[in-house]
């Protein structure tokens, strides 16, 4: 099945530190990729949709200068943290699902857990 | 944006018992319908998806959908105390690749 391979799986840093998270699709392409971010006991919040080639899609409330997304391959996203504060420490998810086949599922990376001190 | 809702929950039944998990959405375009297993720490794993009405069975689970009432459930038979874990209703757009879940179901299965 579809593989979508998430790294850091954790980070933990000082405040002000700029963090980056990729996020591959391996043995499939992807236009399109998605972020989300999770809150302890909270569900997944779509953050952006990554398109390869352009421009990332933000969600409302979502700072783009602060996350910055680059798709600059058919199988890698970037997530960046920029400037990082101890609020946005959270557990981050990528997702991406086999384009061209109807009703195909997103999949999902194991995560990064981001921990701002 | 789009709405899907979900009990939050804990939903808590004892192991062999049928655990039902409930579902509902906005968008009436809406075209395919999932279900994932997110255990704590951890990121969601698929279960299974549906996209025309009725029910669909894979092994334990059986995914029901009602797109007249805007309505899907996850039946999970036999439940095991290893099923206890936060269920993800996830609903795709029409056209697309958007997905929009639910805020998730805890469930406790007792042994």
């Known amino acids: 099945g579809a593989v979508v391979s998430q790294h850091p799986s954790r980070v933990i840093c000082k405040s002000g530190t700029s963090v980056k998270i990729e996020c591959r699709s391996l043995?499939?392409?992807?236009?399109?990729m998605f972020w989300y971010r999770q809150f302890p006991k909270q569900s997944l919040m779509l953050m952006a949709t990554?398109?390869?080639?352009?421009?990332?899609?933000?969600e409302q409330g979502v700072e783009k200068d602060k996350f910055l997304i680059n798709h600059a391959s058919l199988t890698l996203s970037t997530l960046t943290v920029t400037s990082a504060h101890p609020e946005d420490s959270s557990f981050y998810i990528c997702?991406?699902?086999?384009?061209?086949?109807?009703?195909?599922?997103?999949?999902f990376g194991d995560g990064t857990r981001l921990s701002i001190l | 944006q789009k709405e899907v809702e979900q009990n939050s929950g804990p939903l808590s039944v004892p192991e062999g018992a049928i655990a039902s998990l409930n579902c509902t959405y906005s968008d009436r375009g809406s075209q395919s319908f999932f279900w994932y297993r997110q255990y704590s720490g951890k990121s969601p794993e698929l279960i299974m998806f549906?996209?025309?009405?009725g029910d669909k069975e894979d092994g334990r689970f059986t995914a029901q959908l009602n797109k007249a009432s805007q309505y899907v459930s996850l039946l999970i038979r036999d439940s095991q105390p290893s099923d206890s874990a936060t269920y993800l209703c996830?609903?795709?757009?029409?056209?697309?690749?958007?997905?929009?879940f639910g805020s998730g179901t805890k469930l406790n299965v007792k042994p």
């Open positions: 990554s398109n390869e080639g352009s421009k990332a899609t933000y």
């Open positions: 549906i996209y025309s009405n």
């Open positions: 996830a609903v795709r757009e029409y056209n697309f690749n958007k997905f929009y």
């Open positions: 043995d499939f392409q992807a236009t399109t």
């Open positions: 997702s991406a699902r086999v384009e061209g086949v109807t009703n195909q599922p997103q999949h």
